[in-house]
């Protein structure tokens, strides 16, 4: 009898750490979204003084890019991606990557007045 007590033990663990893993997983939408601090101007304000035109302005090309991020429940941000980048234009796309991997913390997003994850989309403007 004493195997199969350790087998059931074993089981509920699993669940619980696969429970606590769902539980972690970044949210796409909840009830207070996480938002830069001061607000979506000084986040663009934030963007404008820090993207260095990777090209000669005499070789620039404009086009949006799309990074992905997780704001985290401490208001950092980790997790930086591309969704979708400017065609022949890799090196916007990883300076748009670099400037948002290097912003300060946000106000974290909550769900149920608990803070959570939440991973958030955002485009890149070259002109």
């Excluded at 938002?35 to 260095?52: D, H, L, M, T, W």
């Excluded at 086009?63 to 950092?76: A, H, L, N, P, R």
């Amino acid at each position: 009898m004493k195997p199969l007590s350790v087998i059931i033990l074993f089981l509920l663990s699993l669940c619980s750490f696969s429970q606590n893993a769902k539980d972690d997983a970044p949210l796409t939408i909840v009830e207070q979204m996480p938002e830069y601090i001061g607000g979506e101007s000084a986040r663009n304000k934030f963007i404008q003084e820090n993207i260095v035109y990777p090209r000669k302005k005499s070789e620039r090309i404009s086009g949006t890019c799309y990074i992905t991020f997780v704001v985290e429940k401490d208001g950092s941000v980790t997790g930086v991606k591309l969704l979708r980048g400017i065609s022949g234009g890799a090196d916007y796309d990883e300076e748009a990557m670099r400037v948002i991997a290097m912003m300060p913390n946000w106000i974290p997003g909550k769900q149920n007045g608990k803070l959570v994850r939440v991973q958030y989309n955002i485009p890149i403007k070259f002109k």
